[in-house]
């Protein structure tokens, strides 16, 4: 830490300047092997963090900046070279992500959406299912916060999907777009995306295949953003260390599942991760914490 930090007198950071510390320790987690304690400006404050993700800041912020910083400093950290995945769904309290015919824009309030754009910037790569691509033409892109672009992945198995999506043609991010091997019939891109074959797991591609096909490429720290069917595919195969799902206080009564899993025979059968609540303006977001 500089000394001219330490000299003069220290106040309490905002949350532009937490994030960008948050930035700040990603980006050097992507490119080194992070020492501890670890010391970085926030602002005029003094963040230490300690080897196991312990931190601290003096002075002690507000409590809306302590939030921020619980929230996404273990996904800054997350080391070099180390396989990670996340996904996020948006829901209702009835545990719909859509109504019957598949709207689902916006669920969740601002606060959430501002989030999702804060784990696009934290990820190495962003990824979606066919479905959500087809239905909400998504951009993928950090627009609501600071930050770099990830990657942009598409599972699209049977290489069906339009080449007028916007991930496609709009030049913002790198897009790739995962097909299996016996579909890509020679092809190279989609628009703008480049394909990837990859080997066929039935009807799908398998969670670990494509994981460890974007890990070759040095996209480890991975962002799952939708739809259902692929969050449940990633959940039933293991393939999560995090899932966060941000429970919108509406009842739709009908609609598309959040998550289809293979069914179970009793209580004791059923998945219970350690979890945390974090409100996000008028929704409630529940990180389920499934692989330390």
């Not at 097909?179 to 989609?190: E, H």
């Not at 999560?240 to 009564?253: E, H, K, T």
């Amino acid at each position: 830490m500089p000394s001219n930090l330490r000299d003069h007198k220290r106040a309490t950071p905002t949350a532009a300047e937490a994030w960008e510390a948050i930035l700040t320790l990603r980006r050097r987690a992507r490119e080194q092997v992070l020492g501890f304690p670890l010391e970085l400006a926030l602002g005029r404050s003094l963040l230490t963090i300690a080897r196991g993700g312990g931190w601290r800041v003096e002075p002690e912020p507000p409590a809306e900046i302590a939030d921020l910083l619980a929230l996404y400093l273990p996904l800054a950290l997350v080391p070099r070279g180390h396989d990670f995945a996340l996904a996020h769904l948006a829901q209702s309290l009835d545990g719909r992500i859509a109504t019957v015919g598949g709207e689902s824009q916006w669920l969740t309030g601002e606060a959430d959406q501002c989030h999702t754009h804060r784990l696009r910037a934290l990820a190495d790569a962003v990824l979606v299912g066919a479905g959500t691509v087809r239905q909400d033409n998504p951009r993928l892109t950090v627009r609501h916060c600071a930050g770099d672009q990830p990657v942009r992945v598409v599972l699209d198995a049977s290489l069906a999907l339009p080449e007028d999506r916007d991930v496609f043609r709009d030049g913002a991010a790198k897009t790739l777009v995962l097909v299996a091997a016996d579909r890509a019939d020679g092809r190279t891109q989609v628009g703008d995306a480049e394909i990837i074959p990859l080997p066929r797991d039935g009807d799908r591609l398998a969670p670990a295949t494509i994981r460890a096909a974007l890990a070759r490429r040095g996209l480890h720290w991975l962002l799952i953003e939708g739809g259902g069917i692929t969050v449940s595919a990633f959940l039933a195969a293991g393939a999560l260390d995090r899932l966060q799902i941000a429970l919108a206080p509406v009842i739709l009564g009908s609609g598309r599942p959040s998550l289809r899993l293979p069914e179970i025979a009793a209580l004791s059968n059923a998945l219970r991760p350690r979890v945390r609540y974090v409100p996000l303006g008028g929704d409630l977001l529940i990180e389920c914490i499934l692989h330390d």
